[in-house]
Nanobody
């Protein structure tokens, strides 16, 4: 069982940067592949970024590629999402997700993940 708590969201201006954090409970965090998703109001939840259990592999949605960096610190049971050059279309609730990993793969589908955080709101004003 893994519990996830996101933080770091807020109201920012277009062009600003933000770092989201996701703190995980449990002693086996390093065994989990992690992902970030987001859900704009009235829209489906969409993939943003993913990272393998070791941190050696990452994947990004085209919409954030070049502006986002996902990373993890297994000693701190935390995964991060650094977002730069934020745009109004980045406005959404951002969710952290986890799944037990048996390989070095990253996972980009909602159904790949078993555990979800409660989300943190990111609002980007123009």
């Amino acid at each position: 069982q893994v519990q996830l708590v996101e933080s770091g969201g807020g109201l920012v201006q277009a062009g600003d940067s933000l770092r989201l954090s996701c703190a995980a409970s449990g002693r086996t965090f390093s065994s989990y592949a992690m992902g970030w998703f987001r859900q704009p109001t009235g829209k489906e939840r969409e993939f943003v970024a993913a990272i393998s259990w070791s941190g050696g592999n990452t994947a990004y949605a085209d919409s954030v590629k070049g502006r986002a960096t996902i990373s993890r610190d297994n000693a701190k049971n935390t995964v991060y999402l650094q977002m730069n050059s934020l745009k109004p279309e980045d406005t959404a609730v951002y969710y952290c997700a986890a799944r037990f990993a048996v390989s070095r793969l990253t996972y980009a589908e909602r159904n790949d993940y078993n555990y979800w955080g409660q989300g943190t709101q990111v609002t980007v004003s123009s």
